[in-house]
C-alpha cells in the first residue's frame, strides 16, 4: 500500500502559478512512476503530466506543454508540479497517482491515488 498526500492547491488569477506537491510513502519499492491527473467539473478525468521514480523521463500532455514542469526529490520521495501561465481551463481537482507499470497516460498504469486537491484559475 502507497499512500500519496498532494499539497499545494488554491485560487489564482489567470496568468498565474501554483506549485502542487506530492508526497509518497508506504511501500514504494514496486513503483516506477509517478503522475498528476485532474478532473474538472462534468469531465473525465484526465492525465495531464508524469515521471519517471528516477526523474529521468518525463511525459507531458501537449495543452499543458511550456507552462507546467514535473520534478522529483528523491531524498524526500515527494513529486512536484510547477503550474505557470495558468488559464481559467486549467481549473480542476488534481490528483497524484502512483503506478508500478512504467511511465504513460493511461489511467490503468496507476494503482494508487492521492485525495485530490482543487485548482481554481479565475479569468
Known amino acids: 500500500q502507497v499512500q500519496l498526500v498532494e499539497s499545494g492547491g488554491g485560487l489564482v488569477q489567470a496568468g498565474g502559478s501554483l506549485r502542487l506537491s506530492c508526497e509518497a510513502s508506504?511501500?514504494?519499492?514496486?513503483?516506477?512512476?509517478m503522475g498528476w491527473f485532474r478532473q474538472a467539473p462534468g469531465k473525465e478525468r484526465e492525465f495531464v503530466v508524469g515521471?519517471?521514480?528516477?526523474?529521468?523521463?518525463?511525459y507531458v500532455v501537449d495543452s499543458v506543454k511550456g507552462r507546467f514542469t514535473i520534478s522529483r526529490d528523491n531524498a524526500k520521495n515527494t513529486m512536484y508540479l510547477q503550474m505557470n501561465s495558468l488559464k481559467a481551463e486549467d481549473t480542476a481537482v488534481y490528483y497524484c497517482?502512483?503506478?508500478?507499470?512504467?511511465?504513460?497516460?493511461?489511467?490503468?498504469?496507476?494503482?494508487?491515488w492521492g485525495q485530490g486537491t482543487q485548482v481554481t484559475v479565475s479569468s
Open positions: 497517482a502512483a503506478g508500478g507499470y512504467g511511465l504513460g497516460p493511461e489511467r490503468g498504469r496507476y494503482d494508487d
Open positions: 515521471i519517471s521514480w528516477s526523474g529521468g523521463s518525463t
Open positions: 508506504g511501500r514504494t519499492f514496486n513503483r516506477d512512476a
